[in-house]
């Protein structure tokens, strides 16, 4: 059964009573972040109770050795952790000198956390029965600043209501800190040094290795019934790594005391000296003052939804969903620094070391690219082309090959490989492939093609190389085959010739032909220099040529279908609605065995193809195709439901792809893998988006215009999204009995709707 403590709200994330048991998963989703920074939504004051405490970076990382029962050549020799922050949210609390901790208290009651998505804090209250029998009602906001981006807010209020309290607040800065997932429990920072002011204190720390400096501050303020009570800490306790203050106040029943803290990180990668940095952080914080900070959030996150909200009427959950993943996707990258990317978690978790994936150019770019500038997306794929090199390095140092051919790592932080695992760190090489189909996703949308002539026809080179090295000639077949490989379907592993993955070989091979041509055709100057900086020739084109041309693509002519693999209908092909429910989820009740010889798919590889090139297929190609390995899809990874809604909706199968919506846009609000006390899925959230705009929208680009064909689940009375194309903004509403479409701005925007032209302009365009 999913968890359903979360209530139901159009802009907030809302949770009402307290429960030990539901904390770890609470952590998770009331997370919040501002691309620069985010954290676990820990309590501030001592929890001696089951959690999950995380401050997270973005692109501080630390290069953990792995560790592997049986080392194999070629694994890669660490992998990348996002670290657990210094901490600087903590305040312990004690009145009338007993510790303030939920989970020894005699009595909570009236607990409450909010995070409100619209204008982006987090806020808890609750009222406490301490076990000396003072009563306290306690109120928490939080906040980390958009505009101040190095910098977090806490404002934590403090009632009696019983009986007057000496209140006193203990707020520290601690950068002793440890990862859960280290793989040989050291510890990443190495204290540098602690300075310490009147109500600011700063500790200065570097990882281990990777040497990134960070200075983590706080500065306090100590109010009585919203008065600056103006006092200086009456003990201050430090060590190497760790400094705390002490505020004692005396405050009467019924009255309230409160703290506010500043706090945040300056890193090394920005500054020279963080320090100095993060002095000028606070300074800036507190000439703003707390309510003006709070304002400018709000202003900015209505900035943000101005452009990225989805509507939804009639359906608060599924706009509860669709609104709660389009803010986690914009805490954690808002597109500022092309060294930065989408980590799978975010700032809500480590696993998966918080680092890069093919995730981020088959799910992310389109969110990025329709609701931002395109220069956004632009940094998302110029961050590959600066790793390059690396990817080079990697193909010829793992898997032997030479001139030029290029596998980007399955994970990364810096262009290395950092994964773990051999059957997927070697051979998801589709991966890849998603990297080459972003740069023409990007132009396709954008209509920039200066990328690639600029950057992007090297990376598509070094990709082209790669397939025509990977390939292997089969004499029995007389055409070529890829063996040994894994595809999106992680639970099949080491399997010859995956339909997607030879499909997308093909792809990319004739793709950059094809570029090479247009770039000496448009661009000879940028050829001229790509062409004598990779020494390419066109013999060598014409060999990859007779790879791509002779692809062998493994098919059931009986059914119909593409396979997923050689051998796939060698499996016993038990359907999922056939498997028992105790059964699931299988990657949580199955030996790894079990589940590769299982017909299960964790997602399928064949309508991931069929996702990235529709146009290729036919309608009935893609409806026996999605009916067949459906039937077999037991969606355990988060990046599968989203790809079949949108399939789904296509097909007209309009109920099947409202449940499928429900579960990409609710899979963490509804815990649906029952993980979600790990962190967020937070890439497979750009699927939840596509799932509306590309699904129930029907948009797609072709021939330089937007294409849509409307339809709308009988639960919604409507819906409506945004979208820039091309620098133009298009406003499309959708009800049962008509679509809208209004452009922003005096341009008229030619589109075609259901197959037909229209012109779309200032005014609204109606079709019914």
Known sequence: ?????????????????FD???????????????????????????????????????GIYYPDKTKVGWWKNGYPKYFAKVLNAPNWIGIDVEINEENLDLNTCKEVRNFRRELNMKEGWYNRSFEAVLKNGTEIAVNVRRFLSLDLDEAGVIKYDITPLNKDAKIVYKPYVDAGVTNEDANWEEKFWEPLEVKKGTNEAFVTAQTFKT???????????????????????????????????????????????SIQKIGGYTVSLNHENTLNAAEKTIKAALH????????????????IWEMSDITIEGDVKA???????????????L????????GPKGFTGEKYGGSTY???????IPFYMATKDQQVARNLLTYRFNQLDKA????????GFKNGAALYPMVTMNGEECHNEWEITHEEIHRNGAIAFAIFNYYRYTGDYSYIPEKGLEVLIGIARFWHQRASFSKDKNQYVILGVTGPNEYENNINNNFYTNYIAKWCIDYAAEQIKKVASEYPSDHKRIIEKVNLSAAEIQEWKKVADDMYFPTSEELGIYLQQDGFLDKDLVPVKDLDKEQRPINQKWSWDRVLRSPYIKQADVLQCFYFFESHFSREELKRNFEFYESFTVHESSLSPCVHSIQAAALDKMDMAYTFYLRTSRLDLDDYNKEVEEGCHITSMAGTWMSIVEGFGGMRVANDQLHFSPKIPKEWKGYSFKINFRNQILKVAVNHNETTFTVDGDQDLTIVVNGKSIVAHKQLVQIN
Not at 224 to 242: F, K, L, M, W, Y
């Open 1 to 17: 059964m999913n968890q359903d403590y979360i209530k139901p709200d159009n802009w907030s994330i809302i949770e009402e009573g």
């Open 319 to 333: 706009q509860q969903g669709i609104r709660f993943n389009i803010f986690q996707l914009n805490q954690t990258y």
């Open 288 to 303: 703003l003052g707390y309510d003006t900070l709070l304002q400018n959030q709000i202003e900015a996150w209505g900035k």
């Open 20 to 58: 030990h048991e539901r904390v770890k998963s609470s952590e998770s989703l009331f997370s919040i972040g501002n691309g620069a920074m985010g954290q676990r939504a820990n309590f501030e004051e001592t929890y001696s109770g089951e959690t999950f405490q995380g401050s997270y970076i973005a």
């Open 358 to 364: 093919w995730d981020t150019e088959a799910y992310c």
């Open 335 to 342: 597109g500022k620094d092309s060294r930065l990317n989408i």
């Open 211 to 257: 040497h990134f400096k960070v200075t983590t501050f706080m500065h306090n303020t100590i109010f009585a019934n919203g008065e600056n009570v103006n006092i200086s800490p009456s003990t201050i306790d430090s060590i190497a790594d760790r400094v705390q203050y002490t505020y004692g106040t005396i405050i009467a029943k019924g009255q309230t005391s």
């Open 392 to 399: 080079i390095e990697n193909a010829k140092d793992n898997l």
